[in-house]
């Protein structure tokens, strides 16, 4: 079948047509680009001078934890905490503070979204330390205790932290007891109703709380209510009970009877919902230098509600994936795994079924089941009723499990497993059109020789959609030619024989992860691929580096949701585009999320949606000029075309 879209010039037509001033983006960017890698294979297949897509994923910030206090270009706007007048930009109380006041409810029978008997706190439950590291430790890091231990396990992980940000490993500890009271957060037990700044007290380079981020506590933390749509907020979600589920439900494994003397400081979280980070003053330095040069959106989402796993998934295969008999039929999972988000009798939201060891599962085609009655109706009364998109009698992930498969493509058949999937990914859609892609983890090469050995253990087995997928998982030269390490993903950009679409994950010690990890760290990680890719001007004339997060951690943004089916959109994270091609300073309003950038590398490589029923088959956003942040096409999301301007050639 033919291909539509921009044809690539020939040299000659090129050379011809040199003196020309080119307004449209079908010939001038291409001839440039065909001048920088004439070479190239498969520059035919793109509608777009972008020849590689890399997409960088660090772990649980949301955009306001982040970009709080950001302040954009001139001629450019951002809807964030300053922005809002939340915040100021030195931290404190804004003369809108109030707009991001916190809730306490009541829900003691069945599971609501938006629970009843809502008050405000008069000040927020303390800030936590919850499982942040107390000391540096050698043996039992993070953070290491002494340079050289740290770099000992850093030229053994070979995981691209650059040499000088080696010390990084080795502060931050708290100094505090874990799930006590985090004294270095000025007023700690005394915090007002709304944000606070993290660094103020403890500076920028501290391990912190995780808060909650589970899918069924993510749900309520958003409080939705179509009693709360405005024009300026038509989903009604009021993001207001952060603090209050962070308290009452926490992310720990209860799927025991509540402890006694069970009280809001016993999940070890306190307030940490609430904590951001300041720009204005210093934080994220990095990823300020990268928001002031090249493009940002301030309207993408975290696909999935919920953690980790769940929202890798999504960027493998456009949604969810359930439970199966490893041969792609839909099974029952054991009972234990199942969720139930009722809470226990005699209690204030302290779910029946939830945790780590506990249920991760929900068949949210029938609304009898606990939780998915109340996420069903809350759509159903949405003008536009967004679909559920659950497959009759599946029990869909909704948490973290391990995948199916070990890296050399044994079964993996322990508790808290889902089974291999047979659930098409992009990587099959790829591999049917012959368009190149790897996905690079840190600690791959590790985790293959030894998954429970304490360096393999640093690897993200759940980050890794292609894990669970049977037709990548079962085939060595699949693995092979697909699966790969940081080490592999450095040679590929020096040698300029990247693939045309590529995913990195960093490992555990580099993803920014709250409580084990710091976002420092994750800046770190990005700024070498970056430079990397800078440094070889063939490569980097036609790539896009895409820095984003799987999800929000748990953490408060006042940005606007839009419900797109039962598993989310959820809160809004980070979204940087790097290219020559998204150079100014940028800052786009259009709705997106994580499969978003499925929808872009499908348009740039004329591809088909992942599946028939994934969120790639969404259209592109429309919107209003009084509201550029909620589609009026609801549900809707963006291709990230609009991060680029291709209409200008390069820029330099």
Not at 317 to 337: C, F, K, M, R, W
């Amino acid at each position: 079948m033919k291909r539509i879209g921009p044809s690539r010039p020939s040299p000659a037509m090129c050379s011809a047509l040199a003196a020309i001033t080119f307004t449209s983006m079908s010939v001038a960017p291409l001839c440039q680009a065909l001048a920088q890698s004439p070479q190239d294979a498969g520059f035919n297949a793109t509608r777009s001078p972008i020849q590689h897509v890399i997409m960088i994923i660090g772990e649980n910030r949301t955009f306001d934890h982040v970009f709080a206090t950001y302040q954009p270009r001139r001629g450019e706007t951002v809807n964030n905490l300053l922005s809002e007048g939340i915040v100021n930009a030195d931290g404190s109380a804004g003369p809108n503070y109030a707009k991001a006041a916190q809730n306490q409810a009541s829900d003691t029978t069945t599971y609501q979204l938006d629970p009843g008997g809502q008050t405000p706190y008069s000040v927020l439950p303390p800030a936590m330390t919850d499982g942040a590291p107390s000391a540096a430790s050698d043996e039992n890091p993070p953070p290491f205790a002494t340079l050289a231990a740290a770099t000992a396990v850093e030229n053994q992980i070979n995981d691209g932290l650059p040499a000088q940000d080696y010390k990084l490993l080795t502060t931050g500890a708290t100094g505090l007891a874990a799930d006590s009271v985090d004294t270095r957060v000025p007023n700690a037990t005394n915090l007002p109703n709304g944000p606070y700044q993290l660094s103020k007290g403890m500076g920028y380079d501290n391990y912190t709380a995780s808060p909650v981020h589970r899918f069924y506590q993510m749900w309520q933390e958003t409080s939705c209510s179509a009693s709360h749509i405005t024009d300026a907020n038509p989903s009604g979600c009021t993001n207001k009970l952060f603090p209050w589920v962070e308290t009452t439900i926490g992310a720990g494994d209860n799927g025991n009877p509540q402890p006694a003397g069970f009280t809001n400081q016993s999940t070890g979280e306190g307030a940490a919902s609430m904590g951001f980070y300041n720009m204005a003053q210093g934080d994220a330095s990095w990823f300020k230098h990268l928001a002031d040069t090249y493009t940002i959106s301030d309207n993408f989402h975290q696909s999935i509600m919920g953690g980790t796993g769940a929202n890798h998934i999504a960027v493998g295969t456009g949604l969810a994936i359930y439970y199966s008999d490893g041969q792609g039929h839909v099974a029952t999972p054991p009972a234990n795994e199942i969720e139930n988000p009722n809470p226990q009798p005699g209690t204030n939201n302290y779910y029946a079924q939830d945790g780590y060891s506990g249920g991760s599962y929900s068949e949210c085609s029938d609304t009898s089941q606990p939780g998915v009655g109340a996420v069903a109706a809350y759509l159903a009364s949405l003008p536009y009723r967004p679909a559920m998109r659950c497959q009759a009698g599946a029990y869909y992930l909704l948490n973290n499990y391990n995948p199916g498969y070990y890296g050399d493509g044994t079964v993996n058949t322990s508790p808290f497993t889902i089974p291999p999937s047979s659930v098409h990914t992009i990587g099959d859609t790829l591999n049917t059109a012959h368009i190149s892609w790897k996905y690079y983890g840190a600690g791959w090469d590790n985790y293959v020789a030894n998954p429970n050995s304490e360096l393999g253990s640093l690897y993200c087995n759940i980050c890794n959609p292609f894990l669970y997928e049977t037709e990548i998982m079962t085939s060595a030269a699949q693995r092979a030619a697909h699966l790969a390490d940081v080490p592999n993903l450095e040679a590929d950009i020096k040698s300029g024989n990247l693939p045309a679409v590529s995913i990195v994950k960093p490992d555990g010690l580099l993803d920014g992860h709250p409580a084990s990890s710091k976002l420092g760290l994750f800046e770190a990680f990005t700024r070498k691929i970056v430079e990397e890719v800078q440094h070889n001007p063939q490569l980097w004339a036609h790539t896009a580096i895409l820095i984003t997060e799987d999800e929000g951690g748990g953490y408060y943004d006042s940005g606007y949701i839009q419900p797109l089916d039962f598993f989310g959109d959820g809160t809004r994270i980070p979204a940087i585009m790097v290219s020559p091609y998204s150079v100014g300073g940028h800052v786009t309003h259009t709705y997106g999320d994580q499969v978003s950038f499925l929808k872009f590398v499908e348009w740039n490589w004329h591809l088909p949606a992942v599946s028939t029923v994934g969120r790639d088959n969404l259209p592109n956003p429309i919107t209003r000029a009084s509201n550029p942040y909620a589609p009026i096409n609801s549900p809707a999301i963006g291709d990230m075309t609009d991060m680029f301007n291709f209409n200008t050639g390069f820029r330099h």
